[in-house]
């Protein structure tokens, strides 16, 4: 059954450095999307894309994000000065473009971000 | 932003229960879906509701789209020792352009269940 993949699983990083997050989103799905998750809190929406822009963000997403989709097949995000805040799990997700379904977003298994 | 409250926040029951949890929202959802996350681990779809009134089953899952279109609940029958983890509501308000915006999700509810 098709996934969507993250890498890392985890990152380590120092306060003020840049982070790369990447994912490969479900091969056929066309929308593409990054959450966020303070341990113990609730997943929380950062940006979609779509037709390789931005749909929506929240606001959350700010200055210092930003997102890429490179080739065919990666989506990522990057920050640009990791802050203490900034730890947390981040989430990937993709649907796919069906009248009906296109809600339906899966996700990935996730990149911890601990920022030092 | 957009507010989902989720109870109730944690359920300790026995094996072979039936549970019952539920989202309500101050305003209209044409969406709701909902996932269970296991420990580490991503969010996954359990079920997803477009219609207000409408009832979906998966297995031993049930979720329901209330008539105001500002409520869900799911229900779980039988329960069994893998069914623990959080679950969650999620959706997308009434408002929104549609396919690539965001999920609002609710806080979750813990489920425990005791052999």
């Known amino acids: 059954e098709p996934e969507v993949t993250q890498t890392p699983s985890h990152q380590v990083t120092q306060m003020g450095q840049e982070v790369i997050l990447r994912c490969v989103p479900i091969?056929?799905?066309?929308?593409f999307y990054w959450y966020r998750q303070i341990l113990g809190q609730k997943v929380e929406f950062l940006v979609s894309?779509?037709?390789?822009?931005?749909?929506?963000k929240s606001e959350i997403f700010d200055d210092q994000f930003s997102v890429e989709r490179p080739d065919g097949s990666n989506f990522t995000l990057k920050i640009r000065s990791t802050k203490l805040e900034d730890s947390a799990m981040y989430f990937c997700?993709?649907?796919?473009?069906?009248?009906?379904?296109?809600?339906?977003?899966?996700f990935g298994p996730g990149t911890r971000l601990t920022v030092l | 932003g957009q507010q989902l409250n989720q109870s109730p926040q944690s359920m300790f029951i026995q094996e072979g229960e039936d549970v019952s949890m539920n989202c309500t929202s101050s305003?209209?959802?044409?969406?709701w879906l909902w996932y269970k996350q296991d420990p580490g681990e991503g969010p996954v779809l359990l079920i997803a509701?477009?219609?207000?009134?409408e009832l979906t089953s998966n297995g031993r899952l049930t979720a329901q789209f209330g008539i105001t279109r500002k409520d869900s609940f799911l229900n779980i029958s039988a329960s069994i020792p893998s069914d623990v983890g959080i679950y969650f509501c999620a959706g997308q308000p009434m408002y929104s352009g549609g396919g690539a915006d965001g999920l609002t999700f609710g806080k979750g509810t813990h489920l425990i269940i005791q052999p």
């Open positions: 091969s056929n799905h066309l929308y």
């Open positions: 997700a993709s649907s796919a473009l069906l009248a009906g379904s296109y809600n339906e977003q899966f």
């Open positions: 509701l477009y219609k207000a009134g």
């Open positions: 894309f779509y037709n390789n822009e931005i749909s929506e």
């Open positions: 305003s209209i959802f044409n969406t």
